[in-house]
């Protein structure tokens, strides 16, 4: 059967490959796959399963039900100080970001995206047309005026920031995103910004750029927060005139988020989940304490990974292969760059885990750097 072009564009991802390999082998350390390792909350999951026997399971309106709505808006302002004019329920953020790029980008248009980036930034944009422009953020993942200019092309129409980001774990700081809104401003950029790990934050909280620009679509989700990634809950705010368009593609293609669900997101909303931040930020200290004097690695502020450079001079997907050689998961940078310089560690998972992996990754480590000392 023929495949079209556009879908030749798209390149694998990365991740889903570690994903399958770890699905194959036997009992493998697997620290790849970026999703918390907690499970959705009892109560969540009581307000689902009422949800359906209360027979909420036809469609909602494309944008979703209107409490959800509202208490999506509620919440961003009490973070961002900014109340958005509308939102719209997504099939998860990757659904947004997919109504998103498909709203504001013309074939002929470019994002301009940070490098690393997630994995799906890429593949959507070559999807619609053109492949992303980048800006480096290497090697310390930090936004400047001039790592933005010299990504900038004369297509550009969009700049998206991800903020905590994956795979880096950065927080961005006020000043970077006063320098990403004095950027747009100049040269007349829309922003999208994926907030989806907002509330995995550990040195402070998480400021938006929401807070210094208007021209924004903000992207957020349930799925990391409460431990619900396969229920594919996310949602869109932003300019009015943006949220309608975004609806009119949802009613062609996800149509709605799923009905149930939704009712269920709004009591998951009413939780404290501090005691499952403050869990995650001692795994963040554990494995970073066991890994900064062999390993090259930025300090994440949030989300729940590390990003290293391979040790010893290697490559990533040598120091991979090495890796997978020691049943060890880890995902080789190149799902998330141009470059082929560092790989992905998520520490959501359970300390034992985190320490089985923290030891693999330091004899590797210790044995590239051997072996680099010897030539």
Excluded at 138 to 155: K, N, Q, S, V, W
Excluded at 308 to 332: E, H, I, Q, Y
Aim: with cysteine; glycine share 8%; charged share 25%.
């Amino acid at each position: 059967m023929r495949i079209s072009n556009r879908a030749s564009r798209v390149q694998a991802s990365g991740i889903r490959r570690m994903f399958d390999l770890g699905a194959r082998l036997k009992d493998p350390v697997d620290l790849s796959i970026g999703q918390p390792h907690f499970p959705v909350p009892d109560s969540v999951k009581e307000a689902a399963v009422r949800a359906i026997r209360d027979d909420r399971n036809r469609y909602t309106v494309t944008q979703g039900i209107p409490a959800l709505n509202e208490a999506v808006l509620d919440g961003i302002e009490r973070r961002t100080g900014v109340r958005p004019e509308s939102s719209l329920v997504t099939a998860g953020v990757a659904g947004g970001l997919t109504l998103g790029f498909l709203a504001l980008l013309d074939e002929s248009d470019r994002a301009l995206i940070p490098d690393p980036y997630f994995v799906c930034y890429r593949n959507l944009g070559a999807l619609l047309g053109r492949e992303p422009a980048c800006y480096d953020t290497y090697p310390d993942f930090r936004i400047t005026e001039e790592r933005l200019e010299a990504g900038m092309r004369e297509d550009v129409r969009l700049l998206l920031v991800n903020s905590p980001s994956n795979p880096t774990g950065r927080v961005l700081t006020v000043e970077e995103l006063k320098i990403c809104a004095s950027f747009a401003r100049r040269h007349d950029l829309v922003i999208v910004t994926d907030e989806i790990y907002d509330a995995f934050a550990y040195d402070g909280p998480v400021p938006s750029i929401l807070s210094y620009y208007d021209q924004v679509l903000f992207l957020g989700g349930f799925g990391k927060t409460y431990g619900m990634p396969g229920w594919r809950l996310g949602y869109a705010a932003g300019p009015e005139d943006v949220i309608e368009r975004m609806r009119a593609l949802q009613q062609v293609s996800f149509v709605c988020a799923p009905a149930p669900l939704q009712h269920a997101a709004l009591v998951a909303l009413e939780l404290d989940m501090k005691p499952y931040v403050d869990a995650y930020r001692q795994k963040r200290d554990r494995i970073f304490d066991g890994l900064k004097d062999v390993l090259d690695i930025v300090r994440p502020d949030g989300a729940f990974y590390l990003f290293p450079r391979a040790p010893g001079g290697l490559d990533s997907d040598t120091f991979v292969d090495r890796c997978v050689a020691k049943n060890l998961l880890v995902v080789p940078g190149v799902a998330f760059s141009h470059a082929r310089t560092h790989f992905r560690v998520s520490f959501a998972l359970e300390d034992a885990v985190l320490d089985q992996g923290t030891a693999l990754l330091r004899k590797l480590a210790e044995d590239a750097a051997s072996e680099a000392a010897e030539v």
